[in-house]
T-cell receptor
Framework: DAGVTQSPTHLIKTRGQQVTLRCSPK?????VSWYQQALGQGPQFIFQ???????QRGNFPDRFSGHQFPNYSSELNVNALLLGDSALYLC???????????FGPGTRLTVL | AQTVTQSQPEMSVQEAETVTLSCTYDTSESDYYLFWYKQPPSRQMILVIR??????QNATENRFSVNFQKAAKSFSLKISDSQLGDAAMYFCAYRSAGNNDMRFGAGTRLTVKP
């Protein structure tokens, strides 16, 4: 049984570019949440997708957007990248919006 | 807004000894969940233990147990018989019962000495 998977593992972009990160949930899960973890800090909630809709959003600007597909996988898009967007981006899946969250290994994004 | 505070950036323990990691939180809600997650160098967050606020009994998972003091808004993690594999970042997290986002503390780096 595959757990939560994320791609790519690492990514390097320059300021102003756009990036797309991908997440496949654990088998049987239908909800995906995204978190940003800056170096030396705890993860911060970006948003959650359930039934292909954004259900809740944290304190992040509109440059951060997402999508959930019919197979429950999800994408996180960040436009107009800033240096401060450099972080580990974690995806977590759950069975339902309030279910226990299982995390993926994350994508390390570096913005130069 | 709910906040989670971990006042110990780093902790160290001798193998086979016991260590306690501290966590306090601030909330005006009565129904919520508390979690301890472990994040090893592989970066994957692993759930160690969870506590429902409405339960008075402290949660226990093998060598891991919590001391949940609801009135004091304190949620500490005790690791007994520490093992080398316990070395990692430990994050305390809070989630409201009716809310989807989880609030994390800044983490405590645990080192286990052989």
């Amino acid at each position: 049984d595959a757990g939560v998977t994320q791609s790519p593992t690492h990514l390097i972009k320059t300021r102003g570019q756009q990036v797309t990160l991908r997440c496949s949930p654990k088998s049987g899960h239908d909800t995906v949440s995204w978190y940003q973890q800056a170096l030396g800090q705890g993860p911060q909630f970006i948003f959650q997708y359930y039934e292909e809709e954004e259900r809740q959003r944290g304190n992040f600007p509109d440059r951060f957007s997402g999508h959930q597909f019919p197979n429950y996988s999800s994408e996180l898009n960040v436009n107009a990248l800033l240096l401060g967007d450099s972080a580990l981006y974690l995806c977590a899946s759950s069975s339902g919006p309030l279910g226990e969250q299982f995390f993926g290994p994350g994508t390390r994004l570096t913005v130069l | 807004a709910q906040t989670v505070t971990q006042s110990q950036p780093e902790m160290s323990v001798q193998e086979a000894e016991t260590v306690t990691l501290s966590c306090t939180y601030d909330t005006s809600e009565s129904d919520y969940y508390l979690f301890w997650y472990k994040q090893p160098p592989s970066r994957q967050m692993i759930l160690v233990i969870r506590q429902e606020a409405y339960k008075q009994q402290n949660a226990t998972e093998n060598r891991f147990s919590v001391n949940f003091q609801k009135a004091a808004k304190s949620f500490s993690l005790k690791i007994s018989d520490s093992q080398l594999g316990d070395a990692a970042m430990y994050f305390c997290a809070y989630r409201s019962a009716g809310n989807n986002d989880m609030r994390f503390g800044a983490g405590t780096r645990l080192t286990v000495k052989p």
